[in-house]
């Protein structure tokens, strides 16, 4: 670490730059070889100063290449552009201890996610790559989806609300049919404008092939009941999804109903987020029978904003009583009258819910009951988290070796 400090001096140097008291404090910062460098543009160090620029990734790329001291680097929330991302690309490509990197919210497209994508074809050390944020359109995502088929050490890979259309979520479906390193994708919110759901049509055919996938997140996908059924089809003949992340979509009692017969067959479906549809009292009472079979493995439910009453919360508050495999569930947004409010309060004050493993939590006034909101939620993609916290997250439910595909 002593060496990486003296390497960024020297590069400030060269290119005749001042360093950047942000990096050189977090290079001084790290004690031990190993580390994650977090230079987030949202943290307290960078957030009322200039955020990283390309100059701040050229000089970057100076000090890291080559080096085995770094195992994550965190640049999200900067404004690192195409001209970065050709940084970046030096940086992946010379690099040999580079595990994490989490590109949030910059301002890289299409050309710089070439750039990366054609770095990862001979890396052989980066697991996670997050690029969500970036608008990286249809042509990037294409070059991402290509890389795929050449990279044999990837295992996941975050592309959400970067602009995907049709033709490259579909791209994304087509290449995980044959990949074996994948084990989790996040490709929420792409930008499409077909009623026809071809989309989920091909993510179903690629789960009744994949069996490495762990984590599958399609939230804002306009996904309606018709493409759930296509989905759950094919889950009843998948064996390793673990994870089934549908929030912010069309989906109705009918679509709960056909995701609680999967419940009742699957047996390896542990975490469902159906946060921000619509399955109200119906649909929440279809998955309250799958939950309450003894053979049942979810553990984490979000249904969030899904315009549910009393009977049907009242439904999932029985369930959890009969089965106590699930132990993470998220309400808050629904109708919360006092029966709920009484039942949920009894779940939290027994311990069978922990604080940290709902959105709500309850107070009492007047002699009634109410609930109030938590900011606890499931965290998507949490495994991004360079300090490994899982705290009040449902991810912490899945153990990191599950994401080590079986050779």
Partial sequence: MEDLKRRYLSACEEIQRLPNECILKVLLDAKNSGVSLELAGSNDRLRHKERLTDDDVLVLS??????SAIKGLDLRYNCITDKGAVYLANIIQESESLQFLNLMCNDI?????EMIAKSLHQNKSLRTLRMTGNK???????????????????VELDVSDCDLTTQSVIAFAIVLSNNRRICAINISRPLLFSLQEETTVHMAKMLVVNKTLRELHMGKHGMTDTGVERLCEALKVNNSLRYLDLRCNKITRDGAKCLSEVLKQNSTL?????????IEDDGAAYLSEAIKLPHSKLRALSITSNNIGTAGLMSLYRAIGVNSSLTHVYIWGNKLEEPVCVAFSQLISSGRLLDGHTDVSPYEVDGHVFLAETSHGLRRMSRCEWDG???NSALALIKSDSLVPQT
């Fill in 136 to 154: 990286i359109g249809n042509k990037g995502a294409m070059q991402l989806a290509a890389m795929l088929q050449i990279n044999a050490t990837l």
């Fill in 109 to 113: 497209e299409a050309e710089g996610a």
């Fill in 389 to 391: 916290d899982f705290s």
């Fill in 62 to 67: 100076k000090t890291l290449g080559g080096s």
């Fill in 270 to 278: 542990e975490i469902v987020d159906l946060s921000s549809n619509r």
